[in-house]
């Protein structure tokens, strides 16, 4: 039998690309429980998970980044929904303890059927002049920032492993 956490971490893609269908209320609380239960600093858990199924909030921040990143098509991809992972800013560990318990996030969704892609290019609608609206509109937690977004839906498609880079480990003796 084969192990499976290996399983999922070797098969989890960036997907995307969607199905209209949307994420059940179980599935979030399947995958909102194992964000939960990543590690972080200290046990800070210095994050905030705002989960978005309404499609007119995810057109208006994609508007937003898009027009500050002078871009044009979805940073969504088409996924029926998206969790914004929002980050205490005064926690040391903060932004490293966001990216292990996303990366949980896709690992869980995996598991259950469901695609992800980690999305930085939200960012740019949290960053731009328009950035205290945006943080309210997600309902970021005073004192917090825009770490990471993650979306989420069930995979209309799928993509091949990305290339291993060669010389990235070092055994030092
Ligand atoms: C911090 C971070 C930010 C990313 N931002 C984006 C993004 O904004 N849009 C996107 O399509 N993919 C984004 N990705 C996905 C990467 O492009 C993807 O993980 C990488 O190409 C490797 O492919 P794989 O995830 O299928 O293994 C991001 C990934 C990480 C870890």
Not at 17 to 45: C, G, H, I, W
Not at 52 to 58: D, R
Request: hydrophobic residues 40%; charged residues 20%; glycine residues 8%.
């Amino acid at each position: 039998m084969g192990n499976p956490v290996l399983t999922a971490i070797a098969e989890r893609r960036s997907i995307r690309a969607y199905k209209s269908d949307k994420v059940t209320r179980e599935q979030f609380d399947t995958l909102l429980k194992a964000a939960e239960e990543a590690p972080s600093a200290r046990n800070s858990q210095p994050w905030h998970f705002s989960v978005v199924q309404n499609p007119a909030i995810l057109a208006e921040v994609n508007a937003e980044a898009c027009k500050n990143l002078n871009r044009e098509g979805d940073i969504f991809h088409g996924a029926p929904a998206a969790i914004f992972l929002s980050c205490d800013a005064s926690s040391r560990w903060g932004r490293l303890d966001c990216g292990i318990t996303t990366q949980t996030i896709a690992l869980a969704a995996h598991s259950i059927g469901l695609g992800t892609v980690i999305l930085g290019l939200p960012d740019a609608a949290f960053t731009g002049s328009r950035g205290d609206y945006f943080n309210q509109l997600l309902k970021f937690p005073s004192g917090h920032s825009f770490a990471v977004a993650i979306a989420v839906g069930v995979p209309a498609g799928t993509k091949e492993a990305h290339p291993i880079e060669p010389d990235r480990i070092t055994f030092v003796e």
